[in-house]
């Protein structure tokens, strides 16, 4: 190896690719790349040094070959400048001397995205040090039209075609193009890569997959045991969810938020003017000089800042990018991004902000006047009678209850009131009560609002729903409601839905009777002979499943985390008593010697936390009704009513023929109905049937 040759290597191996002199076009597989040239004064160039300084940032100094036009290029840091004297200082000593005297001092080249700026100095000293320059009165900076690609590390890239998966690494990237270096592991060769073919890309990090998607091969570069291709992605849509006909509306805010986040590819920060924003995601106007979001792509990490009032941090997935024309026909480059999740607090407060947005009297979640909210509750006739003669025991309990609920609003609960002039017109609430899966109550208007404001709510929390499902921060798979048949309006709404949709594993209704049980202080503790409770096993649900499929094949056992193999049964709890709320459930099965009778469900909760009751209950799931009679199940709830410290609580049985055979007094009948959200299309449309029915 000749001085020259050995010179090239210990320079380039040890920089990057230094910038070369740009032509006015550059053609890279028929894609034209034009450039707009534009002077730069003496003032402004010493700017940008200075700058460069100030970051540590370097410059690159270029030698010409005297004879072959070859360009050798050396990095060197640029010192405080002052005049049009330049000082630079090399970054590895010595470097200079390893240059033969062919190589004569060329020009300063600054790199800065797509921006170069070529700098024809004059040389007025040179040493082991660094180089004196005179600066000249104007340079010129070179811009591509076109977005040039930042580069990248640390990235893990799969190129996958034909079930063939070659390695290697992410180099640089912009959304129209990026470019790979891969290597072959024997047997493999890179003959295997049909470059005329389609390809598929994975990106990822350490710790997850940012990207993947079909590209084609624009260009390539091989070497013996290297490649690098040049890729441009081919599609713009991700489809990341199932399409829903209704879904949130996006809209405008005034000022608008800006997505602030760190690229997961380059590591560059960016920040972009979000155009308009629901509870499900948000879209945002991207740079068309420098295009940084790529469809499919995920951001692990962004925040979304509204005008430094506050600011949301989520999780999302790119899902679209597309050219879009505004009011006054200017075309801009719009990107849409689907949130995959968020803090359900932040979600809460954006929420918020959107139903407001959209009708100024809704609210969801805020801070309520408790004494205007209990006068509500007497007022629409919610706590009749017969309820406040069962919850008037514990009065001050329940008051304190529904302050932390109201105004410390928690994570385990959520509500919608639709107020005006600051009177309470209508009011919902939700409630988390199992693991994945919602309690919807609470629904009342005042009669002379009824049909307007009990609407807005319900409209509302339909909203809410579809905005939230998606997400696993708020733990919604399903949703329930406990209705009177008796009660016009949630069985209207409610029941009409399930009886539309005529599918019980989307929406399915399952029929209870309710009474309520005064414990005894001198009751029995045990059953007769050969009757027993005891704590269920795998086989038992099983065979709880078996049965219910067949009696009813709806979603209670799941949305009541009654499956067999449900894990981690006492998350939910721990929520609770962090919040300073209890949630305890225990299972039991009722046997006669082996044979499986009845499931038994606890659940204890602070008193009223649902107003009936129904989150503080006895509930018996009668599978064997031979020989189970009246005075057993009487027994049986005498023994588990020892968990509970109210002297009445409420008890239900399902199915309800059961207790209708044996005549067991009930007080009333509750449905219990279940929506899988993720069929939320189906229930709206039987929603908008029973509106449209009202109206005409």
């Known amino acids: 190896m000749d001085y020259l040759e050995r010179t090239k290597k210990s320079i380039t191996s040890k920089a990057p690719d230094p910038p070369q002199p740009i032509e006015k076009k550059d053609v890279i597989s028929n894609h034209a790349v034009s450039y707009i040239e534009n002077e730069i004064k003496q003032k402004d160039l010493i700017n940008q040094l200075n700058y460069l300084n100030f970051q540590s940032k370097s410059v690159y100094i270029n030698f010409k070959h005297q004879t072959y036009d070859q360009i050798l290029t050396i990095q060197a840091t640029p010192q405080p400048c002052m005049s049009q004297y330049l000082v630079c200082l090399w970054q590895e000593a010595n470097q200079i001397e390893k240059i033969s005297d062919a190589f004569r001092f060329h020009n300063l080249t600054i790199s800065n995205g797509r921006k170069l700026i070529s700098v024809h100095a004059s040389l007025r000293k040179i040493n082991s040090k660094g180089i004196c320059l005179t600066l000249p009165e104007t340079s010129i900076e070179t811009q591509a039209r076109q977005a040039g690609r930042l580069a990248c590390t640390n990235l893990k890239t799969q190129l996958i075609q034909n079930s063939v998966f070659f390695s290697g690494n992410l180099l640089d990237f912009n959304a129209e193009s990026f470019r790979i270096g891969l290597q072959a592991e024997p047997p493999q060769t890179f003959q295997w890569i049909n470059s005329k073919s389609k390809v598929n890309i994975i990106f990822s990090n350490s710790q997850e997959n940012l990207y993947s998607g079909e590209c084609r091969i624009l260009k390539q570069r091989p070497s013996q045991e290297a490649i690098e291709y040049v890729l441009e992605p081919l599609n713009h849509v991700a489809q990341r969810f199932k399409p829903k006909e209704y879904r949130s509306h996006r809209l405008q805010l005034n000022p608008s938020p800006d997505m602030i986040f760190t690229h997961p590819l380059t590591q560059k920060r960016f920040n972009l003017r979000v155009v308009d924003i629901s509870g499900s995601g948000f879209s945002v106007e991207d740079n068309q000089n420098q295009s ?161 404001a009990g609407l807005v709510v319900l409209d509302q929390i339909g909203k809410y729903i579809c905005d939230c499902c998606r997400l696993h921060s708020n733990h919604m798979n399903y949703l329930i409601c406990y209705f009177r048949p008796e009660n016009k309006f949630p069985n209207h709404i409610f029941g009409g839905a399930a009886r539309a949709i005529q599918n019980p594993k989307i929406c399915s209704l399952d029929t209870f009777s309710y009474s309520h049980f005064r414990k005894q202080s001198n009751g029995k503790n045990n059953l007769p002979e050969p009757w027993s409770i005891s704590k269920p096993t795998r086989e038992n649900l099983l065979e709880l499943k078996s049965f219910y499929e067949k009696y009813s094949g709806g979603l209670m056992l799941q949305a009541l985390d009654l499956e067999p193999d449900v894990v981690n049964r006492h998350t939910l709890a721990e929520e609770y008593a962090r919040l300073g709320f209890r949630r305890e459930r225990r299972l039991f099965v009722l046997k006669k010697a082996a ?53 009445k609580l409420p008890f239900l049985i399902y199915p309800l023929s059961f207790a209708e055979k044996e005549k067991i007094p009930f007080e009333k009948c509750y449905n219990l109905w279940i929506l899988d959200p993720q069929y939320s299309d189906e229930y709206f449309k039987s929603l908008d049937g029973v509106l449209k029915f009202n109206k005409s």
């Open 595 to 647: 044979i499986l009778k009845a499931i038994l469900l606890v659940n204890i909760t602070d008193t009223a936390l649902n107003m009936s009751d129904l989150t503080n209950c006895i509930k018996m799931i009668v599978l064997d009704q031979k020989d189970l009679n009246r005075e057993i199940v009487k027994q049986s709830i005498i023994i588990l009513s020892n968990y509970f410290s109210q002297k």
């Open 292 to 452: 940084c979001l790529l469809a499919g792509m995920i951001i692990p990490s962004l925040e979304i800042s509204f005008a430094g009032n506050f600011r949301i941090h989520c999780r999302a997935q790119v899902v679209y990018r597309k050219k879009v024309k505004d009011d006054k026909n200017n075309i801009f480059l719009k990107c849409g991004l689907a949130f995959l999740d968020i803090d359900i607090q932040e979600h809460k407060t954006l929420l918020a902000l959107l139903h407001q947005k959209a009708n100024q009297n809704a609210y969801v979640s805020n801070k309520v006047d408790m004494d205007e909210l209990w006068e509500f509750f007497f007022k629409t006739g919610f706590i009749y009678p017969g309820k406040y003669n069962f919850i008037s025991e514990n009065k001050e309990t329940i008051k304190e209850t529904y302050k932390k609920l109201y105004t410390e609003n928690p994570t385990i609960a959520t509500h919608f009131i639709y107020q005006e002039n600051g009177t309470i017109k209508g009011h919902m609430s939700m409630l988390r009560f199992y693991d994945k899966t919602w309690l919807i109550h609470h629904h009342a208007a005042i009669k002379s609002a009824q049909l307007k």
